[in-house]
């Protein structure tokens, strides 16, 4: 009796939780404006933003609430891949899924530049020079008057090496003083595993996380960042099925300023 009780009691809870993240869903599209306009950014319509990425998919798994959210708001969007993803010898085909992925969230080709560096190779255990990295991220940053980064943070979100290694290249560039006046830098926050994987059922928890912007997007804008995901036919495997159906990240990103 009182173990059917208490399934009751969770069940009633769940879908409260799930009702509750559906209607903070649906009021999430202009959340993400205000946000970005309190954290005392460039007006949203003004915002000329780069996504710096590790490897072909990075944009569409971790960053597209961002970089469809930004979209939304008429910001100018830039991404800048700094490897080709040629661990299992796939670069070429990778770097054409990657345009046909940005194509779906918005990026028109010729604002994709993917970097093909010996000394910057897809591979975990490979530690990427700071020095070499931030000269490539600076130089697209002056090049296309950008006013706005968006990378990992300090944890890479899977905590792989690579991603990692954006985050202290953006973090020298800004504690070197050698970024544009006027640019900032934000970084997407990394979570835990049991929150990256309930989808919508964290934005409840997001909403009263710590964070300087928040995006959420609506349920058309997630399956267009599903398609976009899916444009990776070379990455997806049956896990990747997986985390497009349950990621978190497939449906808000957290950012905070560096």
């Known amino acids: 009796m009182a173990l059917a009780l208490l399934g009751s009691f969770l069940a009633a809870l769940l879908a409260l939780v799930w009702l509750g993240s559906r209607w903070l869903r649906r009021r999430g599209a202009g959340w993400g404006h205000r946000t970005l306009c309190a954290a005392a950014l460039a007006r949203a319509d003004d915002v000329r933003a780069l996504v710096v990425t590790a490897h072909p998919d990075d944009e569409a ?14 910001a100018q969007l830039w991404l800048l891949c700094c ?6 010898n796939q670069g070429e085909i990778r770097k054409n899924e990657l345009v046909q992925s940005c ?23 490979v530690e990427w ?14 090049t296309n008057h950008i006013n706005l980064v968006i990378t990992f943070d300090v944890g890479g979100v899977s905590g792989h090496a690579n991603h990692i290694a954006l985050y202290t290249a953006l973090r020298y560039l800004q504690s070197e003083g050698k970024l544009p006046e006027g640019c900032r830098v934000l970084t997407l926050k990394s979570v835990n595993l049991l929150r ?6 964290d934005v409840p928890i997001s909403y009263l996380q710590s964070q300087d912007v928040l995006f959420i997007l609506t349920k058309e804008e997630s399956e267009q960042a599903k398609r976009a995901m899916r444009c990776h036919h070379s990455q997806l ?20 300023l560096l």
Do not use: Q
């Not at 971790?62 to 708001?73: D, E």
């Not at 990026?107 to 010996?118: A, E, G, K, M, Q």
């Open 83 to 88: 490897s080709s993803g040629n661990y299992y």
């Open 237 to 256: 495997l049956w896990f990747r099925h997986t985390y497009i159906l349950f990621s978190r990240f497939m449906v808000i990103n957290s950012l905070c």
């Open 103 to 125: 194509a779906i969230l918005g990026i028109p080709p010729s604002n994709v530049t993917v970097i093909d560096h010996r000394d910057l190779p897809d591979d975990p255990a």
């Open 196 to 201: 990256k994987y309930i989808s919508i059922l």
């Open 129 to 142: 020079d700071t020095h070499l990295l931030s000269t490539f991220v600076l130089k697209h940053i002056e």
């Open 61 to 74: 798994m971790f960053f597209a609430p961002t970089i469809l959210s930004l979209g939304r708001f008429r």
